[in-house]
């Protein structure tokens, strides 16, 4: 039995984008597509018995009608295809209002042939090519579903947190001692697992994070636990596999070293046999983000060509890619950049910011005193504290130095 797990689509990513004039869609919205068209094809070229989805399929929680257009296509095509995709509600699909329905829930509405969504714990039992399989839901749970104000009342947040653990910990079990052990069973969480690297959702989290601790979820009933919400693809535990796909395109610089794509798993259906569990990450090329840090030396004659050369250092990587471009050096220097030949050379870049971290040289201190606010008589006095002079050589040094000072101010006020 093969299953493509990936999640965190985030349609409505539009930053560091433009316009297609022969679209009319956001070129981010387009990247983001293109991942999902070359997942599409992969679970149709290679016969995939199931595609789960583990949540946040938008941005927003009320998406534009062209980003919902847009993945319903999608959806439509892979069902249309004979493959039975799952669809779990993350916390960016659901609404705002408690009464109002969750994005994905459009298709269970519209009753879509091999389109199954989850909006809440239950278990589906789906039928597949390669027979049948269980997923165990833990959708993203709202805090107020879980906790009612009366058992809140009173506790600090730690022990509140303490009790969402435990509410989301008994639904896990709950799930593992209803599934039949016959059939191979995968659980698939919306869920913040503790010890999980963290990607680009930090700056898109929505609300109170709530987290589980790997033991807690890595139940041994499944024998896959396929995760969603953190966007870094990684493997928290190998037996059994608790995995997060990552989201499946590059959403800004904190993705930027990141590897972006799906998982394939495959599971041996016969439980006689010892069921066996493999996985295997598989990568999408995707937008690249490239970030191109120049420190520029103060003494520099020619700051612009410096940050050319380390523009040209990154050989092709400038070309299509999503740009930033930092530049350090003295307010002196700042004035001699040439901008438009910057630009020019990074005409190739999809998207291009450019940012001056213009350094300010600090003035000498002496003392509570700059050196343009001291007197050349508390100057000199600095200066022969500051050195390790004999009391003899301090007092003539003194001595001379301040007739020679009184001499020439005698000078300058003639």
């Excluded at 579903?145 to 947190?161: D, F, P, R, V, W």
């Excluded at 972006?260 to 990450?281: A, L, M």
């Excluded at 050369?309 to 002196?332: F, H, M, P, Y």
């Excluded at 301090?394 to 005698?410: D, N, S």
Aim: some cysteine; glycine content about 6%; aromatic content about 6%.
């Amino acid at each position: 039995m093969k299953i493509l797990h990936f999640a965190d689509l985030h349609l409505g990513v539009e930053t560091y984008g433009h316009i297609n004039p022969q679209s009319g869609l956001s070129t981010r919205l387009e990247d983001i597509l293109k991942a999902l068209d070359d997942l599409i094809d992969y679970a149709l070229q290679n016969k995939v018995d199931l595609v789960l989805f583990c949540g946040d399929a938008y941005k927003s929680r009320e998406p534009g009608q062209t980003q919902q257009r847009e993945f319903a296509r999608r959806i439509k095509r892979l069902s249309g295809g004979g493959i039975p995709i799952f669809l779990l509600v993350g916390n960016h699909d659901l609404p705002s209002a408690m009464s109002g329905a969750s994005t994905p829930e459009i298709f269970d509405t519209l009753a879509i042939d091999n389109v199954y969504v989850s909006n809440r714990p239950q278990i589906h039992r789906i039928q597949t090519a390669s027979g049948a399989i269980q997923i165990a839901s833990l959708p993203w749970v709202r805090r107020s579903t879980m906790l009612a104000k009366e058992e809140s009342k009173g506790l600090s947040l730690e022990q509140i947190n303490q009790k969402l653990q435990q509410a989301l910990t008994n639904i896990i079990t709950n799930h593992a001692q209803q599934l039949d052990p016959a059939l191979p069973a995968i659980l698939a969480a919306h869920v913040w697992v503790s010890g999980a690297r963290l990607g680009t959702e930090k700056s898109m989290t929505i609300g109170q994070e709530q987290t589980l601790l790997p033991g807690n979820v890595a139940n041994p009933a499944f024998d896959y636990i396929a995760l969603g919400h953190i966007h870094r693809h990684q493997v928290l535990l190998p037996n059994p596999p608790l995995i997060y796909s990552g989201s499946l395109a590059r959403l800004d610089f904190g993705d930027e070293e990141d590897e972006k794509g799906f998982y394939i798993i495959e599971i041996e259906p016969e439980k006689e046999r010892g069921r066996r569990t493999t996985f295997e990450f598989y990568p999408l090329a995707g937008r690249r983000f490239l970030t191109i840090n120049v420190d520029i030396d103060s003494q520099e004659i020619d700051p612009t060509a410096t940050v050319l050369r380390a523009i040209a250092a990154q050989g092709d990587k400038v070309n299509d890619a999503i740009v930033r471009l930092n530049i350090s050096l003295t307010a002196e220097l700042e004035g001699q950049l040439r901008d438009n030949e910057i630009r020019s050379v990074l005409k190739q870049a999809h998207y291009l910011s450019i940012t001056r971290d213009v350094r300010r040289e600090t003035r000498l201190r002496l003392g509570k005193w700059t050196a343009e606010e001291i007197t050349p008589v508390d100057a000199l006095k600095k200066y022969v504290e500051s050195n390790k002079f004999s009391p003899e050589q301090a007092k003539h040094l003194l001595e001379y130095g301040e007739k020679l000072i009184g001499e020439r101010e005698g000078q300058v006020n003639k």
